[in-house]
T-cell receptor
Framework: NAGVTQTPKFRILKIGQSMTLQCTQD?????MYWYRQDPGMGLKLIYY???????DKGEVPNGYNVSRSTTEDFPLRLELAAPSQTSVYFC?????????FGPGTRLTVT | KNEVEQSPQNLTAQEGEFITINCSYS?????LHWLQQHPGGGIVSLFM?????KKHGRLIATINIQEKHSSLHITASHPRDSAVYIC?????????????WGLGTSLAVNP
C-alpha cells in the first residue's frame, strides 16, 4: 500500500493564480481531510469528507474548494491564490478515528 | 487560550534521558491522539487513547480524564526521537471526526 500520496511536494504560485493539490489514498478509507500548517501554529482543518460525494467545511475553508468524486481522491482547489495561503498542506484519511497523513505539499504564494 | 495546551514548547535532552511531554485540554473529549512530526514534515500517529495507559516500544502515553491531562513519555531517548510531538483531542459532542490540535512540542535529543 502506498498509503496517502500528495502531489506536488513543492509549488510556487503567483498571486491570483489557481492550482489543485492532489491527494489519493489506497486504503479504502471513507474519511478524508485537508489541513494547513502555518509556522508556529497547530494544524487547521480546511475541508473534510465522510465519503464519495460528501464534503463539509472545516475551520478555515475560505479561498479553497474540494470535491470527492471517488473514495480514493480528494483534491483541494485554490482559486485566486493569496500570500495568506502560503503554508504546508497535509491530506489525511481515516477508516475510524486514527488518521493517516500524506507527506505534505509546501506552497508559497508570492 | 488554546483548548489544547502542550508543555514544554521546546525540549532538549541528552541521549538516554527519560522525557515527558504534557498535554492539557479544557473541553470534554472522547479520545486523545499523540502524533509525531518528523523533521522532514511527515506526520505519524503514535497513540489514540481514551483512558489509562498505552505502551509501544519506548513510548508510553497516559491520560487522566478527570484532570483533563495526558503525558507522553520516552524512555532511553535517542537522537532519532528528535521530532515535534503533537497532541490532538477529539470532542465528545457534535462531529467527533474533527480534531482540535495542540501547537506541538519540539524535541531535540543530542548524542
Amino acid at each position: 500500500n502506498a498509503g496517502v500520496t500528495q502531489t506536488p511536494k513543492f509549488r510556487i504560485l503567483k498571486i491570483g493564480q489557481s492550482m489543485t493539490l492532489q491527494c489519493t489514498q489506497d486504503m479504502n478509507h471513507n474519511y478524508m481531510y485537508w489541513y494547513r500548517q502555518d509556522p508556529g501554529m497547530g494544524l487547521k482543518l480546511i475541508y473534510y469528507s465522510v465519503g464519495a460525494g460528501i464534503t463539509d467545511k472545516g475551520e478555515v475553508p475560505n479561498g479553497y474548494n474540494v470535491s470527492r468524486s471517488t473514495t480514493e481522491d480528494f483534491p483541494l482547489r485554490l482559486e485566486l491564490a493569496a500570500p495568506s495561503q502560503t503554508s504546508v498542506y497535509f491530506c489525511a484519511s481515516s477508516a475510524s478515528y486514527e488518521q493517516y497523513f500524506g507527506p505534505g505539499t509546501r506552497l508559497t504564494v508570492t | 487560550k488554546n483548548e489544547v495546551e502542550q508543555s514544554p514548547q521546546n525540549l532538549t535532552a541528552q541521549e538516554g534521558e527519560f522525557i515527558t511531554i504534557n498535554c492539557s485540554y479544557s473541553v470534554g473529549i472522547s479520545a486523545l491522539h499523540w502524533l509525531q512530526q518528523h523533521p522532514g514534515g511527515g506526520i505519524v500517529s503514535l497513540f489514540m487513547l481514551s483512558s489509562g495507559k498505552k505502551k509501544h516500544g519506548r513510548l508510553i502515553a497516559t491520560i487522566n480524564i478527570q484532570e483533563k491531562h495526558s503525558s507522553l513519555h520516552i524512555t532511553a531517548s535517542h537522537p532519532r526521537d528528535s521530532a515535534v510531538y503533537i497532541c490532538a483531542v477529539r470532542l465528545n459532542a457534535g462531529n467527533n471526526r474533527k480534531l482540535i490540535w495542540g501547537l506541538g512540542t519540539s524535541l531535540a535529543v543530542n548524542p
